[in-house]
């Protein structure tokens, strides 16, 4: 080993920074007896060319500064200390760690037997004394420096903001616009066709499936597949180096913030979907590439009585402990660093439940949410939860505090029992039509805490929910059990393709109405990314481990699919254009009534109407006159008068539109595969087909 002198340095910030004359290396470790830093010379290096004991500890973080060194330097850490299981321990220098603080890999993991820690198969017998160097991530020294230019963040307020969910390389890589080495990559989604569509979409922010370092888990490696939807984080301050253009790996954090500055350019926000819950070590028979080796017993909840095993809110093996303030302040530093160094606008927390349990049970008070609601920067960005986790009481729809948006389980639920034809739901959809106050509006949200969906990443496309009954997950490996069992299709009688027109037909109805009821409710939208384009997973609910074409999104346009897109358009179109839709507040009833719920026969819904169970016709009529909100200079709002009607049942019927001395125009129906140029006056009663839905407008003149 060469002799590299080495400095005390500073215990903070922690990580590898560089000030220009050298690099300061922090680490944090309470039951560590001993750290040594690795240096590697070259990404494709078996052993660390130098191997540096670090002897300064200030608050259980080991540091030290290596003078000379510059951005680009490859490192990674061997931590020494009790191999106990029982006691929660699991040191093992023999294994090369990266920096849970690495601002980007040098080099990936490669799946190996030395990365475990344990020998013989056994992870609470002897520690295994072969050296993990070779297989192991290494981090890599950045310089952040970038020119930001007048970027500036949209700031696009809750009520006008309409998401989409994609995938960075699943949105890219098909797009035959997109020059072919951008394709899957930071720089293919930045690039003018990927924002032209995003644009011409009329969606205001992208939520990016994950995009920090994570790792293919082995039971997918072993049969060839990998875990493309990335909900398995190593490094939660890296960027993907899936997404990383081939020949440019080294400017991966460059295109990063490139990606972000064009998306901003282009008025677009950006929100991050981040796994902070759980790592890719898994539980005790997992390998040992970070956290564990560096202090297993601070980094994750162990389970009471016996800390040899780990408490699993996830699902995934093990869950990181909030309850450490270590680890409270890796997530915060992390949040801080992609707000403010990044750039991004916001994040989405996976089974964010997890992240809120203290000994049990889900706080709503707890230190997560403290630290994150005193903290000036991240307290300031769009924050959205995924309100449950797999434990007992992880269920949270609606317990998040202020400052928080949720997904909303409760209105994806209701809106597929509606249109499937459920019966006895009719009350419930309303409230979820009019921004779920049952929800949010006690603890003193506002509709835009309700992110409203149908489908996302996670299970059926839009087009497969209207197209299979069954889950068809075989290609995953595991004989079809994995996936959501209660997947609440509806597809026609016929399962998968079909060449029956008729069939075809109300299909295409069918997710027009999901998006059409969508794009009307009250609360934030969110589109899953393809859904415009009738993204199809053959009946896969559960595509997280393809990456190829089966969760892609298509791009060469057939008629069908061009339809879709337009109708989209034009409904994102409308909801931006009408103030009624784009709510600040709850709907209201009474003598000043901003919504009116009505029959087919044009009469307001009685108490005995919401509880006839047979009834799957609803008319919603959002007074534009009466909005009850004030503009930018605190002027009334006003808007159109519009009219939602919803009719989920198998007969077609009239409905008798309110007679208020004005005509109605209809300015989009589920039943048109293309939208209308123009509004329509339309007589009344008005003739609505099975399975159909409308917006109509009121204008002034006599009724037709």
Known sequence: MLDVQAWPGSPYPLGATWDGQGVNFALFSEHATAVELCLFDAPDAAVESVRIPIVDRTDMIWHAYVPGLKPGQLYGYRVHGPWAPAEGHRFNPAKLLLDPYARALGRPMRWHPSLFAFADGDPDGVPDPTDSAPYAAIGQVVDEPFDWGNDRPPRTPWHETVIYELHVKGFTQLNEAIPPELRGTYLGLASPPAIEHLKSLGITAVELMPVHEHVDEWHLASRGLVNYWGYNTLSFFAPDHRYARATARADLVRDFKHMVRALHEAGLEVILDVVYNHTAEGDHRGPTLSFRGIDNRSYYRLLPGNPARYQDFTGTGNTLNMQSPAVLRLMMDS??????????????????????????????????????????????????????????????????????????????????????????????????????????????????????????????????????????????????????????????????????????????????????????????????????????????????????????????????????????????????????????????????????????????????????????????????????????????????????????????????????????????????????????????????????????????????
């Open 335 to 704: 949040l801080r660093y992609w707000v403010e160094e990044m750039h991004v606008d916001g994040f989405r927390f996976d089974l964010a439940s997890a992240l809120a349990r203290e000994l049990h049970a889900v706080d709503r008070l707890g230190s997560f949410f403290d630290v994150i609601g005193q903290d000036p920067v991240v307290s300031r960005v769009k924050l959205i939860a995924e309100p449950w986790d797999v434990g007992d009481g992880g269920y949270q729809v609606g317990n998040f505090p202020p400052g928080w948006a949720e997904w909303n389980g409760r209105y994806r639920d209701v809106v597929r029992r509606f249109w499937r034809g459920d019966r006895g739901v009719i009350a419930e959809l309303a409230t979820r039509l009019s921004g779920s106050s049952d929800l949010y509006g006690l603890s003193g949200r506002q509709p835009h805490a309700s992110i409203n969906f149908v489908t996302s990443h996670d299970g059926f496309t839009l087009a497969d929910l209207v197209s299979y009954n069954e889950k068809h997950n075989l290609a995953n490996g595991e004989d079809n059990r994995d996936g959501d069992p209660n997947n609440l299709s509806w597809n026609c009688g016929v399962e998968g393709p079909t060449d029956d027109a008729a069939v075809r037909e109300l299909r295409a109805r069918q997710v027009r109405n999901f998006m059409l009821t969508l794009l009307a409710s009250i609360g934030v939208p969110m589109i899953s990314g393809g859904d415009e384009v009738l993204r199809t997973q053959r009946g896969n609910n559960n595509a997280y481990c393809h990456d190829s074409p089966l969760s892609w999104t298509p791009w060469r346009r057939d008629p069908e699919r061009t339809a879709m897109l337009e109708f989209t358009r034009a409904l994102v179109a409308l909801r931006r254009s009408q103030p009624v839709l784009r709510r600040r507040t709850f709907l209201r009833g009474g003598p000043q009534a901003d919504v009116r719920w009505l029959r087919p026969d044009g009469a307001e819904m009685t108490d005995a109407d919401w509880f006839d169970a047979d009834r799957q016709v609803l008319g919603m009529l959002l007074d534009g006159n009466h909005i009850g909100e004030r503009d930018s200079r605190g002027r009334p709002l006003r808007g159109d008068t519009l009219l939602v009607l919803l009719n989920a049942s198998a007969a077609g019927l009239h409905f008798t539109l309110p007679d208020r001395g004005t005509r109605w125009e209809l300015l989009i129906a589920s039943t048109d595969a293309t939208p209308r140029p123009a509004p329509t006056p339309v007589p009344s009663p008005l003739f609505m087909p099975a399975h159909s839905s409308c917006i109509l407008r009121e204008r002034p003149g006599r009724p037709a």
